[in-house]
């Protein structure tokens, strides 16, 4: 079984940058794609990013594509979301979640393991 631990949320001036770090434990998701959504008070969660098995390719949401950068690092089993020039439409719990297969995918059904989420306020 996989766990996932979200953290590095936090409170932030719209244009400021945040990096989260998913951390799994259980076993190695090193075979498995990983991906990055978010949820808003009131919305559906969406799909923010995500990258394959050893991180060649990722897929990121129009909303936040050349801002937002999804990276991964096997050696520690952990992946990483960088937001930059935050706006205040990002604030939403985020979400890290493991697939059990190496190709990405933006369809949070294709999803088995999911973290707990941690809280990104932007102000504005």
């Known amino acids: 079984q996989v766990q996932l631990v979200e953290s590095g949320g936090g409170l932030v001036q719209a244009g400021g940058s945040l990096r989260l770090s998913c951390a799994a434990s259980?076993?190695?998701?090193?075979?498995?794609?990983m991906g990055w959504f978010r949820q808003s008070p009131g919305k559906e969660r969406e799909f923010v990013a995500t990258?394959?098995?050893?991180?060649?390719?990722?897929n990121t949401a129009d909303s936040v594509k050349g801002r937002f950068t999804i990276s991964r690092d096997n050696r520690k089993n952990t992946m990483y979301l960088q937001m930059n020039n935050l706006k205040a439409e990002d604030t939403a719990v985020y979400y890290c979640?493991?697939?059990?297969?190496?190709?990405?995918?933006?369809?949070?059904?294709?999803?088995?393991?999911w973290g707990q989420g941690t809280q990104v306020t932007v102000s504005s």
């Open positions: 259980g076993r190695t998701v090193s075979g498995y794609a």
């Open positions: 990258i394959n098995w050893s991180g060649a390719t990722t």
């Open positions: 979640a493991g697939r059990r297969s190496s190709s990405y995918s933006s369809s949070l059904n294709d999803y088995a393991y």
